[in-house]
């Protein structure tokens, strides 16, 4: 489910997701990706219930300043590409936050930032604010409080509330950065609350929202999980991978990588290090076209990693697109 409060034409990205090649004629892949989602950190001050942190070995780090240059004069070199923060950490203890910031916006690159919120200070937003941020979007889970707190765990829906407030005030009629809510559900966690009040409520502060499908599948060997199994939202057939043909991941240690859903950054979802491969060239590899056929153009998720796990599919981004 996705709401809009102007419409979907507000949104910074509207003109990439009704480009050709965005969830259609994807195939062959274009030059350059869509998107490269950037881990600017993987520390995280939450222990959210669905997330694949919870089990992950990896040590935890920032991205080097001189990596997010090689990054940045890479992908200015393609003015149509978009750069996301996010990935397995909170984009907003990324201790040079600003300077990154001002950096991306500086090279006259389309930037979101994915957030859960609760480091968001005035003076962030004056950053955002400064610099021309396109879209800054609060992640949650649940449709109310309480299945927010469930959810996220060593977290506060008063707080992420009044941070929401402060944004939408902070930011007035400037228009910038949108502003924007996702969350997730549980089956159950639906039937409990009504989504479109949610929306509605949401809609007082932020410019959309979306409702999406929680997905514990990557996490489902884990006790504290799996009493909850069966409350996960179903109905999600298995489709073709439409991720390999819009996006590449970058971890905080310059690691490429053509899946965002590997919490360890396993050798065999890499392509590849930034400083020695460039972008272009990891996104045009041959291992990358391999994972292509593998699950872009076929069925074979239960042969590749964390795919077996995944239902990225065309409906879910159907989902992301219904709208009114």
Known sequence: MLRYRRGPESDPFYRLYKSPGWLTDYDPPRDFPFWLNLELSNRCQLDCF????????????????????????????????GLRLTGWGEPLLYPRLAEAVRLIKGAGLPLKIYTNGLALTP????????????D????????????????????????????????????????????????????????????EAF??????????????????????????VKPYLDRQSGGLSRGRCVDVFLALEIKYDGLIQFCGQDADSRPEHSLGRVGEISLHQAWHSPKMNRQRDLVGRALGHESSGVCRHCYHNTSKYDLFKESK
Not at 59 to 76: F, K, N, R, T
């Open 50 to 81: 669905f997330c694949s942190r919870q089990k992950s070995l990896r040590p935890l780090g920032d991205m080097d300043p001189h990596l997010l240059s090689l990054i940045v004069q890479e992908a200015a070199l393609y003015p149509e590409c």
């Open 123 to 134: 003076e962030l937003m004056d950053v955002f604010l400064e610099c021309g941020l396109d």
């Open 136 to 195: 800054l979007q609060f992640s949650l889970q649940g449709l109310t409080p309480e299945q927010y707190e469930f959810n996220r765990r060593r977290s506060s829906y008063a707080r992420l509330r009044a941070n929401l407030e402060m944004a939408a005030r902070r930011r007035g009629r400037a228009g910038r950065p949108f502003l924007s809510v996702l969350t997730s559900v549980l089956a159950d966690e639906a039937r409990a609350a009504d989504p």
């Open 199 to 224: 929306a509605a409520d949401m809609l007082s502060m932020v410019d959309k929202v979306a409702v999406d499908l929680t997905n514990l599948n990557f996490v489902a060997e884990l006790e504290r």
